[in-house]
């Protein structure tokens, strides 16, 4: 009996690779800074996230995608607290967000009026990673309640990504949590990752990571 095996996550990943670069192609050409952020879910992306545009809209216009299976709640306190245009995009269960989707929520932008735009990916530190969504750079958090071997744990998402955020750093003193073993577990993965420690609550390293983030927008132009 004949048959034909077909790696159908291979070809998706390779489409999906196709639309990413349409999708960067894209905002190059409107001058656009895309910026993906990946986390676990209460890591404290939506926090950061109010934390930073609150810095950066003094200098940008930003607009902001909140991707989660179901629920606008993390839409609504982007646009509440930052004043900002924030949209949510519903994945109907999946795990991540593909260029595709992506293109598809930009498209409901008016990104010429826009020269930066964060998405918040769906809380997940496996599914995210395996997607390029279009964006200049990856920049994952992990909070240090999760603990300091997640980069052994979940290599793709460490490899992937550009900037590594520790979050939560004002709960050290609980937690057993090194930050040099953190560090140097994320350089095992990818040692040109970017690392900064950050208190969104008590705003404590977010300067540093908004300037950062400011530059490597001011570069891209």
Not at 16 to 37: C, G, M, P, S
Not at 115 to 121: A, F
């Amino acid at each position: 009996m004949d048959y034909q095996v077909i790696k159908v996550k291979e070809d998706v990943l390779v489409e999906n690779d196709k639309k990413a670069k349409k999708v960067r192609e894209t905002l190059k050409k409107k001058n656009v800074y895309f910026i993906n952020v990946m986390a676990s879910p209460g890591s404290g992306k939506t926090t950061l996230l109010v934390n930073l545009i609150n810095k950066l809209k003094i200098k940008y216009k930003i607009g902001v995608m909140e991707a989660d299976i179901d629920g606008e709640v993390d839409a609504q306190r982007i646009s509440n607290l930052t004043g900002v245009k924030a949209i949510q995009v519903h994945t109907s269960g999946a795990c991540h967000l593909t260029a595709q989707m992506t293109n598809e929520a930009l498209n409901s932008f008016d990104i010429d009026g826009l020269d930066l735009v964060i998405l918040e990916n769906i809380g997940n530190l496996v599914c995210p990673a395996e997607f390029d969504t279009g964006s200049n750079i990856n920049m994952m958090l992990l909070s240090v309640p999760e603990g300091d071997d997640k980069p052994l744990k979940y290599p793709l998402m460490f490899q992937v990504s550009n900037i590594a955020v520790i979050t939560k750093i004002d709960t050290l003193p609980v937690f057993d949590f090194d930050f040099n073993k953190c560090e140097a577990n994320i350089h095992k993965r990818n040692p040109n990752a970017k690392m900064f420690k950050v208190s969104a609550l008590k705003d404590e390293g977010t300067e540093e990571l908004a300037k950062y983030i400011d530059t490597l927008i001011t570069n891209s132009k």
